[in-house]
């Protein structure tokens, strides 16, 4: 049965059924427990965003705070990866990856390669990412394409509370290890979610909304922008088809295919930096292998290539935004037709 709840509580459920069902499943980070022995009670934080509330009387001995040291909660994760356990490590903000990179993509990433396929790293790293919080330029950041870069890792991010639950769930069972990062503007969102498990395989991206004008594919917070813009143009009659990655390593280059075929036109929306980021990936890939299909240059709706503002005015500005998605997808429904400008006039 499905019930309405918040992002940070389906990854939470995630987190609560994977423990109930393998003792080998254990949650490691920084204040995940917090509180114990003080007015607060034994459970005061769970974490910084509250996720894992509730955990540490559960299942004692497995939620365990550690010393601010990256390097070595996530040290101690791999290791126990390795060892036959399921960590899940929680490294508050993705910002922090430079504290503790060479365990991530030096050790963790080449292990099954390393000794020939006989090691299993079951990591899962759980990771705030993303602005749109105010958190200024040290924990604001969209790192996604760094972990894309290293072969060996897994990378995933939500865009909804059900996707959330899924795909942890999956996360924790893989035996290779995941970065799963979670949008800070997405915490507090809300959709249906079962109460039961149930898992989302990976490198199956989402087609949300079908269209046969322009494809707009992205991830994480951007889907909703997405979505909110292709129900906007809509009225004007342009019919844009969704396509929300999920996971972007592995990459669903099927899918994105598939709709570019049919829309000949793209447009791909990326919270990260421009250079190196998804979205030039992605367009690098379509302009490969989907060239003949397209009707009109591929763009790029990304933020811009500086660290992210504190302001809020400025952050508002660095972030990709409706109106920046609606004006790329004017432009390319303009290019070589005057028709296609009329239609998509004032959405922008």
């Excluded at 890792?153 to 865009?159: A, D, E, R, T």
């Excluded at 769930?169 to 290779?176: L, Q």
């Excluded at 498990?197 to 990976?202: A, N």
Aim: hydrophobic residues 45%; glycine residues 10%.
């Amino acid at each position: 049965m499905a019930r309405e709840i918040m992002f940070m509580n389906a990854i939470g459920e995630a987190l609560d059924s994977e423990m109930a069902r393998d003792d080998s499943v254990f949650l490691i980070g920084e204040d995940i427990a917090g509180g114990s022995g003080t007015p607060g009670g034994p459970d005061a934080w769970g974490g910084i965003m509250g996720v894992t509330k509730g955990l540490y009387g559960k299942y004692p001995g497995r939620v365990v705070d550690t010393p601010i040291s990256e390097s070595a909660l996530v040290g101690a994760g791999v290791g126990a990866a390795v060892a036959g356990m399921r960590p899940v490590v929680e490294l508050m903000f993705i910002d922090f990856l430079g504290v503790c990179f060479d365990q991530i993509f030096n050790q963790a990433a080449k292990f099954r390669y390393m000794f020939g396929g006989k090691a299993n790293t079951p990591l899962v790293i759980r990771t705030l990412c993303g602005g749109k919080a105010q958190a200024a330029a040290q924990h604001s950041q969209m790192l996604t394409p760094i972990f894309t870069h290293i072969p060996g890792l897994k990378v995933v991010c939500p865009s909804s509370p059900y996707d959330a639950k899924g795909l942890l769930i999956e996360a924790i069972r893989d035996d290779d290890p995941v970065i799963f990062m979670e949008h800070k503007a997405l915490l507090a969102t809300k959709g249906d979610v079962p109460q039961e498990s149930y898992t989302i395989p990976f490198g199956e991206a989402n087609l949300l909304r079908e269209g046969q004008d322009v494809t707009i594919v992205t991830y994480g917070l951007m889907v909703l922008m997405a979505m909110g813009v292709a129900q906007e143009l809509a009225k004007n009659g342009i019919q844009c088809e969704v396509i929300d990655l999920r996971t972007i390593s592995p990459l669903d280059e099927e899918t994105i295919l598939e709709s570019v075929e049919k829309t000949g036109r793209l447009v791909v929306v990326d919270e990260a930096y421009p250079r190196c980021s998804v979205a030039a990936d992605i367009s690098s890939i379509v302009a490969e292998k989907g060239f003949g299909s397209l009707k009109a240059p591929i763009l790029k709706v990304t933020a811009p290539h500086c660290p992210v503002p504190f302001a809020k005015d400025l952050e508002d500005a660095f972030v990709p935004s409706p109106e920046k998605i609606g004006a790329a997808v004017a432009e390319i429904m303009s290019y070589g037709q005057g028709k296609g400008a009329a239609r998509v006039q004032g959405v922008a």
